[in-house]
């Protein structure tokens, strides 16, 4: 039987979700485990949206809360709103009280990443505060720590993410991930999918 990482995650602009899709790579490349992307529901309404010059959304299909319970382990993205998760990922979480009050949820593996507009942004705040939510959860938050090897230590080039998980800059808007941050985002599908393996007991 597969084991299950579902990659949950909120995108205005695309940076989050270009995370996403290579974290999906890097989870499914671990024999046994089946990876799938998963949207959390939009709270703006489309004129909103419009007038903010969001694109239009994937395809992945949207989620909701009582979907969680098939997941072996998970891993959560969103960008960064002042420091902290964007409102629409937060209302998700909110929407999952009835499994927060049964402790379904709990024992579960879970990452974060992130995507913020600057290097002062929210790279290590924004994952630092979002682990509240797994805490309730009784969720085991996987950080990927310094195991991205040499990457980790980067000074020549702007990279995002940081040990809490995979990360990027959007700057103004126009900055799209970069080769390396896409690496880090790949190695941490990886990572806490084998982790996600291994807690199922799946050898």
Not at 25 to 32: F, L, M, T
């Amino acid at each position: 039987m597969a084991v299950k990482v579902y990659i949950v995650y909120y995108s205005m602009y695309g940076h989050v979700e270009k995370l996403a899709e290579e974290i999906k790579k890097g989870a499914a490349s671990v024999e046994g485990v089946e990876a799938k992307l998963w949207q959390v529901p939009e709270t703006l309404q489309d004129e909103v949206l419009g007038k903010m010059s969001a694109p239009p959304k994937s395809d992945a299909p949207i989620i909701t809360a009582n979907e969680l319970l098939d997941g072996d382990g998970f891993i959560f993205g969103f960008p960064t709103r002042f420091g902290m998760m964007a409102a629409q990922f937060k209302a998700f979480l909110d929407s999952t009280g009835g499994l927060w009050r049964t402790q379904q949820l709990a024992g579960k593996p879970a990452g974060i990443f992130f995507s913020t507009g600057s290097q002062g942004g929210g790279q290590e705040t924004t994952a630092l505060t979002a682990i509240t939510q797994l805490v309730h959860h009784g969720m085991i938050f996987v950080p990927i720590g310094y195991t991205f090897g040499a990457g980790m230590f980067e000074m020549e080039q702007v990279k995002g993410g940081s040990p809490y998980g995979a990360g990027t800059f959007a700057g103004d808007g126009s900055r799209q991930p970069s080769e390396l941050e896409l690496e880090q985002a790949f190695h941490q599908g990886k990572y806490i999918a084998t982790i996600t393996k291994k807690l199922k007991g799946v050898a």
